[in-house]
């Protein structure tokens, strides 16, 4: 019988991914190490590829590529759900549950006919699949920027050229955009560097020590929404969100509806600004009646806000572009930087007004409030 807590256990749920030869195995060990160091229960849900192919059952025996994978994912599922509900009865406060590639990883080597033969099938949706997880860590392959440590020797599942794992690499991180939380590793630095950069990554998560994030916002002209929508690695997400009052100075309180095509998400966010480009964010994930019974208690100083977002994986960044409705010659676009001096390249077609970075009007509670005097 599980012992009764007097604190409400926090169970996170996230995605390592990557292309070929990323360091995910050696990402597995650091994150076991730093994370049970934190006093954190680590459960692992190993790749459901490499424990197919192991068993027997590769992808490529097999004549029907949509069925194989629509298996894959199917036991891919209730190996996470079997990990969270036994994560349920365990005695620890913080659990971490760490995905092995996820639900979306597979998208990357499906047609869209058989990914929407696999959606159906499951009775599922893409928003779904993609957001149930809490956050998606990307390891780029080494055949992207550190091609001499490239190989094919440590898994006798892996069998892409360097050509071919780049092609792979930039089709997951396509598969995965859209995420309100993906997060691109790259090799920019040796790979001791590379997996510190990944702990501290989910610790900002975590908020472990503390959840400090670094931005960067800019103002830019009205973009080709048509032209973004043709790029394998945008997609478009609408978002409908409203503030609630906090008790707590410079605190601010969001809820959130995300998603796309009837398809929602919903979240709380608590935000507060700190020194520089460096704000503090806890971020909770609500049910459809909690949503709703929140938005019931709404600050009526503030509007409800829509907006349709275009999330973009380019340049080894992910970036927010923002488009407002009331806006017809101008959006945001936002991206989370390792550091304040750290340089953004501007996606190509974006053309920027200015940066607008702590700027309090362009900041979405001041576009909210109803009496900005």
Not at 3 to 13: G, H, N, S, Y
Not at 269 to 284: H, P
Not at 348 to 364: A, C, D, M, Q, Y
Request: hydrophobic residues 35%; charged residues 25%; aromatic residues 10%.
């Amino acid at each position: 019988m599980p012992m009764e807590r007097t604190t409400k256990q926090q169970i996170t749920k996230i995605v390592i991914t990557g292309g070929p030869c990323a360091g995910k195995t050696t990402a597995m060990s650091w994150i076991q190490n730093a994370f049970t160091q934190k006093g954190y229960a680590v459960l692992f849900v190993d790749e459901t590829a490499t424990q197919l192919s192991a068993g027997g059952a590769p992808w490529k025996a097999t004549h029907s590529n949509r069925d194989y994978q629509f298996r894959l994912l199917q036991l891919q599922l209730a190996k996470e759900l079997a990990f969270t509900e036994i994560s349920k009865t365990m005695a620890a406060e913080k659990v971490l549950i760490v995905c092995d590639r996820g639900a979306l990883d597979n998208r990357a080597y499906m047609s869209e006919e058989e990914f929407h033969y696999v959606l159906q099938n499951l009775n599922t949706n893409e928003v779904a699949l993609r957001d149930h997880y809490d956050a998606v860590f990307h390891l780029v392959t080494a055949a992207k920027g550190a091609e001499q440590f490239y190989t094919l020797a440590n898994n006798a599942a892996r069998y892409e050229t360097v050509e071919e794992a780049t092609r792979v690499d930039d089709a997951l991180i396509a598969a995965w955009t859209g995420h309100p939380h993906l997060r691109v590793i790259d090799n920019r630095y040796d790979f001791d560097e590379k997996m510190l950069n990944l702990i501290t990554e989910i610790s900002a998560f975590l908020g472990e020590p503390k959840p400090v994030e670094t931005g960067r916002k800019f103002l830019i002209a009205y973009p080709d929404t048509e032209e973004l929508e043709k790029r394998p690695n945008c997609q478009k997400v609408d978002i409908f969100q409203a503030y609630l009052r906090s008790e707590v100075p410079g605190e601010v309180i969001r809820i959130r509806q995300r998603g796309i095509d009837g398809n929602y998400i919903y979240f709380k966010t608590r935000k507060r600004q700190v020194e520089g480009m460096k704000r503090i964010e806890l971020e909770e994930r609500l049910t459809q009646d909690e949503y709703l019974d929140l938005m019931m208690q709404a600050d009526p100083a503030y509007r409800p806000i829509r907006k349709t977002r275009y999330c973009l994986s380019e340049n080894g960044l992910y970036y927010h572009i923002d488009i407002y409705p009331q806006w017809g010659d101008q959006a945001l676009m936002e991206t989370e930087v390792y550091s304040e001096g750290q340089q953004v390249k501007i996606p190509e077609g974006i053309r920027v007004i200015r940066e607008v970075t702590g700027e309090e009007e362009f900041t979405n509670p001041y576009i909210a409030r109803i009496n900005k005097g």
